[in-house]
């Protein structure tokens, strides 16, 4: 079958614009996708990775290298046990700005959240789908 | 032509053509518009915190005039802006400070100065800007041209040389800042009318100072306090007299509820003779008057406040709320004391940003992915614009005012 040579030239264009669009529509959404190996379900998990990036994030810092409150990564984590981590989640820390989360995040979440912190904190998949937060 | 095959350009054309032809077109899709001749004052610019960029906006067709990438981490990110407006400066979570031509849509100078910081202010005369950090604990000045490093001010306490975290920067008239160090529990006043040779004064203020606010006229810096009942006020016309407790006991010993978010005291509130200001650890906003400095009033609201700001006029003070209840606002009628009204804009309103006089209200509805405007007359939105996660929205009418 034949192409007509304009055709031919036309879908080339088409393509190169096509993949121009996603070059730049790539910084958009490249943070976005990494695994969440959840042992909450798949929403719930992304609730909680919003909520440990967005709203622990404002002490913590986004990235989670600290803040009012100290860093979260996995160097800054290595010598803490975890027992006590999932103890300050869930109870806060006395005489210090972190508040419980007693009543927003359980037990076994609360020990979710310190495994993926000591493992390297998934990227903010945004908030939940649908309802609402609030 | 003959008609057996379409003959393409030979591979290597393409090669050379087709990159060229992506490139062309991505730049056509990233470049800012040229600027025809325009004015600054109706600009701003609105943080998009996940993506370390901003938006430019313009107030008055209240449109998204281009976009600014490259910033870093922007998590409270604030920004201060050059006395002509034309420049926004930037400070990051990871101790960027960033100056964005808000006209051409591109940054002009960038340093990293810090490894983490929290904010930042400009001088009265507009030559210095200073940016507040957590690590190293201190605040440094920069030249607001070329961003040189001017001077070096550690918040250093105690005998050991620790450093302590630095919150509540404030322009004061003198070309001096007041802070305070929330590890050192002191309010400190640095003069750096020489940058040389800066003068730091320290004011024991009480534990844990979390942020802080100067009033419009420049003469009372208000510090709040984490860790105990009560803000600590220091009249800086008068700072011999040292710090004053004002509010003292304001939880009446109650057990405070756990804070999810710090309020924020920056956008101050200060209307008809009367100070608003949050609660910590309550559902109450506290009234002061701010010839007595006594309570005359606290307002139950619907959470724990976060920004109490007044409308322009100061007819109104609209208040945002902490996590888990961050999606409501509530506005609060400066005569009656009272809450009339309860709004839902979106989920998880971060900041808001009144227009010049008022008659509108910017929200930043992180979760949503919206910002959202308010008439302030009606309460309903009347226009919105996609932002990804945004954070604090920023008018240039801030560069003429003391303290922001």
């Known amino acids: 079958m034949k192409v007509p040579p304009l055709l031919a030239h036309v879908l080339v264009l088409v393509v190169a614009a096509t993949a121009a669009a996603f070059a730049s529509a790539a910084d958009l959404t490249n943070s976005s996708n990494k695994d969440s190996t959840a042992v909450p379900d798949g929403q719930r998990a992304r609730e909680l990775v919003h909520l440990v990036r967005q709203d622990c994030g404002s002490c913590h810092g986004l990235t989670l290298a600290g803040g009012l409150g100290p860093a979260l990564t996995p160097d800054a984590l290595a010598d803490k046990p975890a027992e006590g981590l999932v103890a300050t989640v869930v109870g806060g820390r006395p005489g210090t700005p972190m508040p419980p989360f007693r009543g927003i995040v359980s037990e076994r979440e609360a020990e979710w959240i310190v495994e993926q912190l000591m493992r390297g904190f998934p990227a903010d998949g945004g908030p939940a789908l649908a309802g609402g937060a609030n | ?404």
């Open chain 2, 1 to 404: 032509m003959s008609d057996q095959k379409v003959r393409l350009a030979p591979p290597l054309v393409w090669g050379i053509l087709l990159p060229v032809i992506i490139l062309l077109l991505s730049a056509c899709a990233t470049q800012p518009p040229v600027a025809a001749l325009r004015g600054t004052g109706d600009l701003g610019v609105v943080i998009e915190r996940a993506d370390g960029r901003v938006q430019i906006v313009e107030t008055s067709g209240r449109s998204v005039l281009a976009k600014v990438e490259g910033l870093g981490d922007l998590s409270h990110a604030s920004v201060v802006f050059s006395r002509d407006g034309r420049y926004a400066f930037v400070f990051g979570r990871d101790g960027g400070l960033s100056k964005v031509d808000l006209l051409t849509a591109t940054i002009v100078g960038r340093v990293m100065q810090a490894g983490n910081a929290i904010g930042g202010a400009i001088s009265q005369d507009g030559r210095m800007v200073v940016a507040q950090n957590y690590a190293p604990g201190g605040i440094k000045a920069f030249d607001a041209d070329t961003l040189e490093l001017l001077a070096d001010v550690a918040a250093e306490y105690g005998t050991e040389g620790k450093r302590s975290k630095v919150v509540g920067l404030a322009d004061l008239p003198g070309n001096r800042f007041a802070y305070a160090l929330f590890d050192a529990d002191e309010i400190r006043v640095t003069d750096l009318s020489d940058p040389k040779h800066p003068v730091t004064q320290r004011f024991p203020a009480g534990r844990q100072p979390y942020d802080a606010l100067v009033t419009p006229d420049g003469r009372h810096y208000i510090a709040g306090l984490f860790g105990e009942d009560g803000l600590a006020m220091l009249d800086l016309w008068q700072p011999e007299q040292g710090v004053r407790k004002i509010l003292a006991g304001y939880g009446k010993g109650a057990e405070p509820l756990p804070v999810f978010k710090m309020p924020h005291l920056r956008g101050w509130a200060v209307a008809g003779g009367r100070a608003y200001l949050p609660a910590i650890g309550r559902h109450e906003v506290l009234v002061v008057d701010t010839r007595t400095w006594q309570e005359v009033a606290r307002i139950p609201v619907k959470s724990q406040p976060v920004f109490v700001m007044a409308r322009p006029d100061g007819r109104e003070v609209w208040v945002n709320f902490a996590f888990p209840e961050n999606g409501w606002v509530q506005v609060i009628d400066t005569l009656t004391q009272k809450v009339v009204d309860t709004l839902q804009p979106g989920r998880a309103i971060l900041h808001m940003e009144f227009a010049p006089k008022g008659e509108m209200v910017w929200l930043s509805a992180r979760d949503d992915n919206r910002v959202v405007v308010y008439d302030t007359a009606t309460r309903k939105p009347v226009a919105g614009f996609d932002s990804a996660s945004p954070s604090g929205i920023f008018f240039t009418s801030r560069a003429a005012r003391t303290g922001f």
